[in-house]
């Protein structure tokens, strides 16, 4: 039996509380898992158990993915081509990623502050077409990586290819295909991705 001295506690500082320890036993059971299916069945195994997580960050810092205070990461984030850990990734404060974002780790993607994915950008580090034919016809496997500079934004379903650094506050429009640098508060939009507009100061 528990006895309080004084005042006994607020309903809602024992909610807070019962949702703390919650919160600790439900990421205690997802670390373990996380690191019996790695060790069992391997990244790409981890990375499926990863975007079926409702909060996938916690378990991704603890497979070597940097990632900043008050960023969000939706549920049905893909990591795909890690090797032995997520640490090709980094992310900065207040961040948000969307829903069904694809990232291709085969090389570093980096994301700086403030930066917003949208739901279901596609970000790709790397080109192999294995055994086709044309891999001898400028083709070969080659990689880069992807950097987002401070502020910029993606749209729903848009595209950034290898080697690609998005400029400081640098927007690309729903659907947009770019495969070359961008200049600092232009907006891109298309396929391939074109310069639309410059955002005023």
């Known amino acids: 039996m528990l006895i309080f001295h004084g005042r006994p506690p607020e309903p809602m500082f024992l909610k807070r509380l019962y949702r703390k320890f919650l919160d600790i036993v439900i990421r205690s059971w997802q670390s373990f898992k996380a690191a019996f299916i790695k060790n069992t069945f391997?990244?790409?195994?981890?990375?499926?158990?990863?975007?079926k997580l409702e909060n996938p960050a916690c378990i991704m810092k603890h497979f070597g993915a940097k990632i900043g205070k008050?960023?969000?990461?939706?549920?049905?984030?893909?990591?795909?081509a890690a090797k032995n850990d997520y640490s090709n990734l980094v992310i900065g404060n207040d961040c948000r990623i969307g829903r069904e974002s694809f990232f291709d780790l085969t090389e570093n993607i980096t994301i700086e502050d403030?930066?917003?994915?949208?739901?279901?950008?596609?970000?790709?580090?790397?080109?192999?077409?294995?055994?086709?034919?044309?891999?001898?016809?400028?083709?070969?496997?080659?990689?880069?990586?992807?950097?987002?500079k401070r502020g910029s934004i993606t749209f729903a379903n848009a595209t950034v290819l290898m080697g690609v650094e998005?400029?400081?506050?640098?927007?690309?429009?729903?659907?947009?295909?770019?495969?070359?640098?961008?200049?600092?508060?232009?907006?891109?939009?298309?396929?391939?991705?074109?310069?639309?507009?410059?955002?005023?100061?």
């Open 114 to 148: 403030t930066v917003n994915i949208a739901m279901r950008t596609t970000v790709l580090t790397h080109v192999n077409v294995n055994r086709s034919p044309v891999r001898h016809l400028g083709y070969e496997p080659k990689s880069a990586p992807v950097t987002f």
């Open 166 to 201: 998005l400029a400081e506050c640098s927007v690309l429009g729903a659907g947009c295909v770019i495969s070359t640098n961008t200049k600092p508060y232009a907006v891109y939009i298309g396929n391939p991705g074109r310069h639309a507009k410059t955002l005023k100061h």
């Open 42 to 51: 391997g990244m790409d195994a981890l990375s499926h158990y990863i975007s």
């Open 70 to 80: 008050r960023t969000i990461i939706y549920p049905g984030i893909i990591l795909h």
